[in-house]
């Protein structure tokens, strides 16, 4: 989140001693303090680490303090250097290399990806329906070779099947170039525009793609552009250009391929506008005018649309109207009622039946309903406590086969086959783990934690068969608690490095996810912020007092939002961790917040508030980590971040780190990574990848070691 003419002012020059990375250390790094004043309505504030901040990513001194920190990183690690590569090993161990996704069909064409051994990155290929050999589509192995950093991001098949639109990021940081690849030559086209998000749609000739630009300073997404393929990317049409920084914008097809769509949303609004694709030159139409506090969405079929909204439904109800209807939404009609109990998360359409995604009790489930006879709608069941189910690729409607999603804290992802017509079950593939798992070994809980208010928390654990209740097992807690993003309980292979060493793993669902309904993010958001600190501080109370956990073997991790939480959790409990990870985490709340021109900052004010306001500026000061910061004792911490991040600035967790090593008043461990190559998801490959989580865990389990 970087400031172009931010509400702040330098009044001193930084000097800072360069240190070659090669040098043995004898301290952790210090951060020079220089007085910067951070001006703002409702009072000024000094911050003497704001000099971190550089927006080009080159200032000499900048980057020599990074890389400071990361000698003091690698020197540190060095002395559980062989618990780190065993650790490395052993979760790449776990992961079958020459893996393969379920294919699944649209149009002529069989689609999947693919891994092969050894090799970092997936490549995506296809087989004629009716039989034939492979064709590869996109090897991304090669396109990221002699690269630090490489991604493709949403590839889009063109309606004749014969191109290939794609996006591809260089250094994580999300601003993409669109690619288009012609299949019937494995050539790449001239077409190529810059500065995107990664929406594509395609036009219902294959000649023309829908693509979505960004602003170049706040890298908003504020453009939507009709580039006609062969002709200069520099005239690309521009078809529709939001105004209202709060908006977020996404340009799809719709599942039919009949519409393009404009999708626009805020944390409170969201407004659809449609296309239909074989009109290239025409004008897109509102499916419903956006007003504050009222969100939808929709997908259209057989000559109506089908919408989820919040409309006089918190929880969200379905809806319909005609194509020919759109407009006013005092044309739907009602489709299926809301619940108080139940919250509505998705929907897939088809010919003959409409399958929901729904939550309830805090678990994910699936819904079927015929439409000829929606009494006769049921679940997809499970046997087990704590689960989560949800829609896998379904490319058609004109079928009665439901590709699903199954997976628990003890089972690997699976793909299974549902025909709603007879209800039988087909498993496709279950992700095989390596490394002789074996899900009988496992155990997975629901229990409840009461928060300080008297609300119950679920929260998921995992450990090992023949575990005890003893009080004496150390506890890795994860949680994120923003957005409305429910932290649901996947399968994590690597975690099992963990759970082996008698861990118990526990993901606790705060409040400000949506795992328990729209409720549960209201109550943790804005002017409720707080309550997402106190029932992740809560649920590790419980897990102590329940004997689940020593209270001085304590981890919590979280990050992004997530970091925010565990910077907050810091501040407020730090007597109750032995160990913090935050990884990318958002910690100076209030400075960035203030600063219309840091990328994403405008969409956020309805998630956090904006502190020009009050009585957002002291309630959002009250928990910024990086404010609250103060002389007392910390847990160890390990915190990590990526230079190129656009999500959450790299110079938010250095200011951060730099405050904490100058007041902290223990001598526990604080080590700051910077991916120097890398963006808000850390590194590009996948081995890359669980490198990093291995480095975490042998963190952790260095310091219990001890």
Not at 240 to 248: L, T
């Amino acid at each position: 989140m970087f400031l172009k003419q931010p509400l702040l002012w330098f009044v001193a020059i930084l000097s800072v001693p360069v240190m070659a990375s090669s040098a043995v250390l004898t301290e952790a790094p210090r951060a020079a303090k220089v007085d910067f004043q951070v001006v703002s309505p409702h009072g000024t504030r000094n911050d003497p680490y704001y000099w971190l901040r550089d927006d080009t990513r080159s200032e000499p001194k900048v980057l020599a303090y990074l890389e400071q920190e990361n000698a003091w990183y690698r020197q540190y690690s060095a002395g559980y250097q062989q618990l780190t590569t065993q650790l490395t090993e052993e979760i790449i161990g776990r992961v079958k290399q020459d893996d393969s996704s379920v294919p699944y069909r649209k149009g002529d064409y069989l689609y999947y990806s693919r891994y092969e051994t050894g090799k970092e990155y997936p490549i995506y290929a296809r087989k004629a329906a009716s039989g034939g050999a492979e064709q590869v589509l996109l090897d991304v192995n090669l396109l990221a070779e002699g690269k630090d950093f490489y991604q493709v991001a949403n590839l889009a098949i063109s309606p004749d099947q014969q191109l290939l639109a794609y996006m591809e990021d260089l250094n994580g940081r999300r601003q993409y170039t669109l690619r288009v690849r012609d299949l019937r030559t494995g050539k790449e086209l001239t077409d190529s525009l810059s500065g995107l998000s990664a929406a594509i749609a395609w036009s219902a000739d294959s000649k023309q793609l829908f693509v979505v630009q960004n602003d170049p300073v706040t890298l908003l997404s504020n453009k939507v552009l009709r580039h006609t393929l062969g002709q200069d990317p520099a005239k690309a049409a521009l078809v529709y250009e939001e105004s209202d920084n709060s908006f977020y914008m996404w340009v799809s097809n719709s599942q039919d391929n009949r519409y393009v769509m404009i999708q626009l949303g805020s944390t409170v609004s969201d407004e659809l506008r449609v296309l239909d694709a074989a009109k290239t030159d025409g004008q897109f139409q509102v499916l419903a005018p956006r007003q504050r506090d009222f969100k939808y969405g929709a997908e259209h079929l057989n000559g109506r649309w089908i919408i989820r909204t919040d409309w006089e439904a918190p929880n969200y109800r379905l809806m319909t109207v005609a194509a020919d209807k759109i407009g006013d939404r005092t044309h739907w009609q009602p489709l299926l009622a809301h619940s108080e109990q139940i919250f509505i998360q998705n929907f897939e359409l088809f010919n003959e039946y409409l399958a929901i995604s729904e939550r309830s009790d805090g678990l994910q489930r699936i819904r079927v309903m015929p439409w000829q006879d929606p009494s006769k709608a049921y679940y997809i069941s499970s046997d087990e406590a704590a689960y989560v189910t949800g829609f896998d690729m379904n490319a058609e409607q004109n079928t009665t086969l439901l590709r699903y999603t199954y997976t628990s804290l003890t089972t690997p992802p699976s793909v299974y086959q549902l025909d709603m017509a007879s209800g039988e079950k087909t498993l496709l593939k279950q992700q095989e783990v390596l490394g002789g798992f074996d899900k009988a070994n496992y155990v997975t809980e629901r229990v409840w934690a009461t928060a300080q208010d008297g609300t119950r928390i679920p929260v998921s654990l995992l450990y090992r068969k023949g575990f005890k209740r003893d009080g004496s097992a150390p506890l890795y807690q994860y949680a994120y608690g923003s957005y409305g993003m429910s932290m649901d309980p996947w399968f994590r292979a690597s975690v099992l490095s963990l759970v082996d060493r008698g861990f118990v793993y526990a993901i606790a669902h705060i409040r400000g996810g949506q795992e328990m309904g729209r409720h549960w993010y209201e109550q943790g958001k804005l002017l409720n912020k707080i309550n997402t600190f106190t029932d992740f501080i809560a649920v590790t109370d419980h897990l102590v007092a329940e004997k689940y956990a020593a209270k001085d073997k304590v981890i919590g991790m979280g990050g992004s939002a997530g970091g925010l939480l565990m910077g907050a959790v810091a501040n407020m409990a730090p007597q109750k961790y032995r160990a913090l990870v935050a990884h990318v985490p958002f910690v100076d709340v209030v400075t960035t917040m203030l600063d219309e021109s840091i990328p994403l900052t405008t969409n956020e004010f309805d998630e956090w508030g904006n502190p020009k306001q009050q009585p957002f500026y002291d309630y959002m000061l009250s928990y910024s980590p990086y404010d609250q910061v103060s002389a007392q004792a910390y847990p160890a911490m390990l915190v990590t971040t990526g230079l190129h991040d656009s999500q959450v600035q790299y110079f938010e967790p250095a200011k951060w780190v730099a405050r904490l090593r100058e007041l902290k008043t223990d001598n526990n461990p604080l080590l700051f990574r910077t991916n120097m190559e890398a963006g808000h998801g850390g590194k590009s490959g996948r081995f890359a990848r669980l490198a990093e989580t291995a480095e975490e865990y042998a963190f952790i389990l260095n310091l219990l070691a001890k």
